[in-house]
């Protein structure tokens, strides 16, 4: 097993390692201002230093400054100030050396006169301005925490252009341990690796909001499996109850109603346990909780109250109708929950076309095409109790 120690000691090398506009200053100096030497001829702003050597100051740094307004001026060099004063290279250091570029930048409204500060005064290339402030601008709800476990700067470089969510995950994994190498983290980041968070123990043994968020990760990832498996279960038993309205008979629908009630209401209780949080109920005491309800007209509103109307048979449309709202509501509905192709979508042509010999489309090869109502229109003419109308 790593000794955490050790690999915290490992991570502040890193950072040790790296060099800043801090430390090429010169005590006493204007951060990151290189230093000239005592012979060294004052170069004009097209000249172009010596292969080696920093460039001097120069009329070009004075330029710099002086097309600022007095007061900006003054904000400038003290940030530069600030700067300087900055000590050892640490993860705090980093943010705070992007606390005082971004007052610099807004002294500079033209891309072009920021540059030129980079250049001539900040002591750095413009890929390490904008890595500095990324840190307080970009990872600013995670600064606290990620100089906490010590995350080294060229590791929060990088957390700084991915998303949010995928941020929270490595800094979990700082938080919880083992803590993740530089190649780990880049693989997560860059996708090519799982973002979860390898807890090293069980998580309901870790305590704060650390141990909170691995468990509620892994509710979702179990949870939304079983809702899933749960619907697509429903979907089978619909389907071949759905043979008799295909030929133009009733549903069985006491006999469907047996096989996918209690799935359906299971299946809603499931769903709203992984999406949604509760609320005080509003017709009974405050302590009496009830699911918060989706937003209206949402998709996954849909999907709650197709589930809540199976789960009850009383609910469901008389026996004549029961076929097609299960074809035009409940199989298109549960499908977008689980994320499957809509069966129409599978038939290759109208069912009067594929009459002809046409070969049906690949995805149900047994299966005779579910129709839409349209094609139901060409349906051919009932075998059996022709007094019945059709669903």
Known sequence: MDNPNARIEADREIDASESTPTREATEGSTPAQPQAEASEPVRTAKAKPAKGKKAAETDDKKDVLAGL???????????EAAMHSIGRKTTEAAFQLGDQLVVIKECYPEEAEWKDWVKTRGGMNMRTAENYLGLPTRLGTFRERLITCAVPSTVCYG????????????????????????????????????????????????????????????????????????????????????????????????????????????????????????????????????????????????????????????????????????????????EWAIGRKPKAEKGAEPEAETATGAKPAKGRKTKPKRATAKSRSTAKPKQEEPGQAAA
């Open 69 to 79: 307004s007095p007061e900006r001026r003054i904000t400038v060099l003290e940030a």
């Open 159 to 334: 957390l700084a252009n991915v998303d949010p969510a995928v941020v929270e995950d490595i800094v979990g994994r700082y938080e919880n341990g083992p803590r993740p190498t530089l190649a780990e983290v880049r693989a997560i980041a860059n996708g090519s690796a799982s973002a979860e968070p390898d807890v090293a123990i069980d998580p309901a043994d870790v305590g704060g909001l650390a141990g909170l968020r691995a468990l509620g990760i892994g509710k979702a990832k179990s949870g939304t499996k079983v809702v899933g498996e749960r619907v697509a279960g429903i979907l089978d038993r619909i389907d071949p109850a759905l043979e008799r309205h295909w030929r133009g008979k009733r549903v069985a629908k006491a006999d469907l109603a047996k096989a996918i009630v209690y799935e359906a209401r299971r299946a809603s209780s499931e769903l709203q346990n992984v999406a949604v949080f509760v609320e005080p109920n509003d017709y009974g005491p405050v302590w009496n909780v009830n699911p918060i309800s989706f937003p209206v007209d949402s998709g996954w509103r849909k999907v709650s109250d197709i589930l809540y109307t199976l789960g009850g048979i009383e609910s469901w449309p008389a026996s004549d109708k029961v076929g097609t709202w299960l074809v035009d509501e409940v199989i298109p509905t549960l």
